[in-house]
């Protein structure tokens, strides 16, 4: 008989392994998504890095990080393109949908958190992502009067250094 290990480590690690986020304070939190959407084919869905939950929030975070040596195709990241958006959108719905299927939507804030750094990144280019991936999102959508449910509570875009400042109970490191 195998003995069954199941790992209470909250320290995770973006795709590229250069940075490092700590959720030990977390009630729950997962990295793994995207390993349990491969049983679908052909990539149908998209799923964020990380989905952390506090006594309050659900937070989605999505990770990008173009922006350090050894990056490979840097020119391929840009985060105004319209495709770019489309897919960071995508892993939001496909995550909020898979996060509501196991129970774990609840009542909490749904709170999207795009970390974002790339070549030539400063605060207006952020502010311009979080405009037009806004408009992607179902801000508006969750105003009719038939949905019953908040879908998404905010959005936020920001970099490492602003994520450190905001999120203090959840630390993060640069690996490299």
Request: with cysteine; glycine share 2%; aromatic share 14%.
């Amino acid at each position: 008989m195998r003995e069954l290990v199941i790992d209470m480590s909250y320290i995770f690690t973006d795709e590229n392994e250069t940075w490092q986020f700590d959720f030990s304070s977390a009630i729950w939190a997962t990295n793994r998504l995207h390993e349990i959407f491969q049983c679908v084919k052909d990539g149908v869905l998209c799923d964020v890095d990380f989905v952390v939950e506090d006594e309050y929030n659900l937070y989605f975070i999505e990770c990008k990080n173009s922006n350090f040596a050894g990056v490979t195709r840097p020119n391929e990241h840009d985060p105004l393109a319209p495709e770019i958006l489309r897919t960071v959108a995508r892993k939001y719905f496909n995550s909020l949908q898979y996060i509501k299927a196991i129970g774990k939507n609840g009542n909490k804030r749904k709170i999207y958190i795009y970390v974002l750094e790339a070549k030539n990144e400063d605060r207006y280019l952020r502010k311009f992502v979080k405009n037009r991936l806004q408009s992607r999102l179902p801000f508006k959508l969750q105003q009719q009067t038939t949905i019953k449910e908040q879908m998404i509570t905010e959005l936020q875009v920001i970099n490492l250094s602003e994520w450190n400042e905001k999120y203090k109970k959840f630390p993060a490191v640069k690996l490299k």
